[in-house]
């Protein structure tokens, strides 16, 4: 109604047509109002970063060069803890975290003027130097080939000859150890050379990577596409090809790795992961789950999913984390690269370690898992073929694809390390019958005995009550 109004009136003026016919669009132009009110008002302005800001590549860019512009012209507060979190905030978005605080500290000592962008053509630079240095010849890093991961952001780094290498740096605050993330990679490549992992030529676990401001590993270069794998694709011959390579590559590293493992006790191995979740649950600290199913998972741990003829089996290596992402692809589906090696790359009990992809998984997609029961089927059928010619006994390759099949005892052992499919396992696994009862009561007493610190607190005791009306409502009928 008011631009109704003011449009009436400033249409008499002497202002040009394009001018009036200006103003009225800017007058009912919500965005822009609250952009110019915020000028003056926090509370207006703390309305538009809710309704209006964009974290976009290209705003986030924008921040960057709106960051630098700032810092020229007010160079007295560059140095300020504020300028430098703006700087990590800005710069964790498209690029390094981690070269943004270490090549502060860095340009702060030498002096220099700090602005973002200097900062990452700054450790650009000095990484080239290193791999320049490294095969005698230029290199320069490919504008556009730059890829975000879970924890690392991969950089494509092309040599004078044409050779192509990856610096792989992470953006993490708390990156996983690189140095073990180059054994494990090393240790694979060398005693399963088949399993397509990239060579490492370089790297640096220090916090300031040896002078490159942040922890980075510079690598062969891996050529294929991220695996694409849902309910509809690939289509069944390709969905074979792909499990087939996938069985042989766990097979080999079962049977190749558990001959270099120590024998480890896999019965005190999963209870040593299932105590601390039956802590934070009586602490409060998971206050979504009840002890009770917690005490009862103790118990069938121990009674009905654990192994006793593989208790004392050497721990093989295994990839915990086979999903479509981790995996590289060319065209006709054969598998190019495994990726991921960081802490997803461990070693496990034996009967744990006998497990699916994580992208066919019990669990993984509860919509389909039909279907992907179907994958699991293929893959333990591949998966039985390629352990045949391993060196371990008739009896164990026997044993070892009827556990991989069963989904009650792979959702269980995929419980131990996560609580979404911990809650997937209470829903449809958890029995609270009058056998279980009396097995939870016995859980919490062995739980109690080995934590004797917990005996009083009141997440305990409650349980203890509630387990011993549940054992006599159960007794009176």
């Known amino acids: 109604m008011i631009t109704e109004h003011f449009t009436s009136a400033i249409h008499p003026s002497s202002l040009p047509d394009d001018t009036e016919a200006r103003l009225h669009s800017m007058m009912i132009d919500d965005e822009l109002q609250t952009f110019q009110l915020s000028i003056g008002s926090k509370g207006v302005y703390a309305h538009w970063v809710t309704k209006y ?25 560059a140095r300020l803890p504020g300028v430098l979190l703006s700087v990590l905030h800005l710069i964790s978005s498209i690029e390094i975290r981690h070269f943004a605080l270490k090549l502060y500290v860095h340009l702060d000592h030498e002096g220099m003027m700090i602005t973002p962008r200097l900062i990452i053509s700054f450790a650009e630079s000095l990484v080239l130097k290193t791999a320049s240095s490294i095969r005698d010849q230029p290199c320069t890093i490919s504008e556009g080939d730059k890829f975000s991961g879970g924890c690392n952001i991969v950089n494509r780094i092309i040599f004078e000859d044409g050779t192509v290498w990856a610096l792989r740096v992470p953006y993490d605050e708390t990156p996983s150890p690189i140095e073990a993330t180059v054994t494990t990679m090393r240790y694979v490549h060398s005693i399963i050379p088949s399993i397509p992992v990239a060579t490492v ?21 891996i050529d294929g596409r991220t695996l694409e794998w849902n309910a509809r694709f690939p289509p069944p011959a390709a969905r074979g090809k792909v499990l087939a390579q996938l069985a042989q590559y766990t097979a080999d590293l079962l049977a190749r790795t558990l001959m270099h493992a120590n024998a480890q006790s896999t019965l005190r191995w999963i209870l040593r992961r299932i105590d601390p979740r039956l802590t934070r649950i009586f602490t409060g600290d998971l206050s979504a789950f009840d002890p009770i199913d917690c005490l009862i998972f103790r118990a069938m741990a121990e009674e009905k999913y654990f192994v006793p003829s593989l208790d004392t089996f050497p721990f093989p290596l295994m990839h915990t984390d086979l999903n479509q992402m981790n995996v590289l692809v060319d065209d006709d589906f054969n598998i190019t690269g495994i990726l991921d090696w960081d802490e997803w790359a461990c070693r496990l009990p034996l009967q744990c370690a006998v497990m699916c992809p994580a992208m066919i998984a019990v669990g993984n997609d509860p919509l389909h898992d039909e279907i992907f029961r179907e994958d699991r089927l293929v893959f333990t059928e591949h998966f039985t073929s390629a352990i045949h010619p391993s060196g371990l006994s008739d009896d164990i390759k026997a044993r070892l694809p009827s556990l991989m099949i069963d989904d009650e005892l792979q959702t ?20 609270r019958s009058v056998h279980w009862v009396n097995a939870a009561i016995v859980a919490l007493d062995l739980f109690v005995l080995a934590h004797p610190e917990m005996a009083s607190l009141s997440g305990v005791l409650s349980a203890r009550v509630r387990l011993l009306e549940m054992q006599a409502d159960e007794c009176r009928l």
């Open 412 to 431: 269980f052992q995929l419980s131990i390390g996560s609580k979404g499919v911990y809650a997937h396992w209470v829903t449809k696994y958890a029995v």
């Open 53 to 77: 800001a964009v974290r976009s590549a290209q705003w986030v860019k924008a921040g960057i060069v709106a960051l630098d512009i700032f810092v020229l012209a007010h160079p007295e507060i």
């Open 201 to 221: 030529h370089a790297w640096s676990d220090s916090k300031d990577g040896d002078g490159i401001g942040t922890p980075y590993i510079l690598l062969d270069w």
